[in-house]
T-cell receptor, first 116, second 112 residues
């Protein structure tokens, strides 16, 4: 079965540079979530999109922005990178079930960002 | 707001022994509960989930978990672990259509 695709898998940037992470959800999934996992930490929710509209926002810095495109893929744009932004960034996708209990999130392999 | 506490940060266990990973949550409303596994240098894989119905949930790789509403717990168990079960395990809660809130993770180290 198709899974969530994230690119790139690894990214090395210098401080104050910008980075763009991409996420391609499972086909027919309409919701994308972004999470940040620092070294030795649990994943922290950043932001989510449903049908190309922002649906929820977590602890996402103002230097970061994201969007979901017409083909449902999503991009996380990170500017003025700081050393503390070094982390594993996960994208998850789901299909919102209007009549059912809840949507299960399926995670991609992550993008490991290293800021030097 | 909901929160999740995983009571053990590390659990060493011998191969073929049973293991239990403890998870407690707090929420003012009903939640849905998940266990994810993260193998070294990999993403998060869904092990099992509780949405409603039977409180004993069976997942992949021989894992199961029991939802206990009165104790607000969702402990994960496996009767006999393998070396390949060495990984980090995350308990998580969510409200419908909402973000996941994770516990701090439990690192399981299976020894031969």
């Amino acid at each position: 079965a198709a899974g969530v695709i994230q690119s790139p898998r690894h990214l090395i940037k210098e401080k104050r540079e910008t980075a763009t992470l991409k996420c391609y959800p499972i086909p027919r999934h309409d919701t994308v979530y972004w999470y940040q996992q620092g070294p030795g930490q649990d994943p922290q929710f950043l932001i989510s999109f449903y049908e190309k509209m922002q649906s929820d926002k977590g602890s996402i810095p103002d230097r970061f922005s994201a969007q979901q495109f017409s083909d449902y893929h999503s991009e996380l744009n990170m500017s003025s990178l700081e050393l503390g932004d070094s982390a594993l960034y996960f994208c998850a996708s789901s299909f919102v079930q209007r009549e059912g209990p809840t949507d299960t999130q399926y995670f991609g392999p992550g993008t490991r960002l290293t800021v030097l | 707001a909901q929160s999740v506490t995983q009571l053990d940060s590390q659990v060493p266990v011998f191969e073929e022994a049973p293991v239990e990973l403890r998870c407690n949550y707090s929420s003012s409303v009903s939640v849905y509960l998940f266990w994810y596994v993260q193998y070294p240098n990999q993403g998060l894989q869904l092990l099992l989930k509780y949405l409603s119905g039977s409180t004993l949930v069976k997942g992949i790789n021989g894992f199961e978990a029991e939802f206990n509403k009165s104790q607000t717990s969702f402990h994960l168990r496996k009767p006999s672990v393998h070396i390949s079960d060495t990984a980090e395990y995350f308990c998580a809660v969510t409200l419908p259509g909402n973000k996941l809130t994770f516990g701090g993770g439990t690192r399981v180290l299976v020894k031969p």
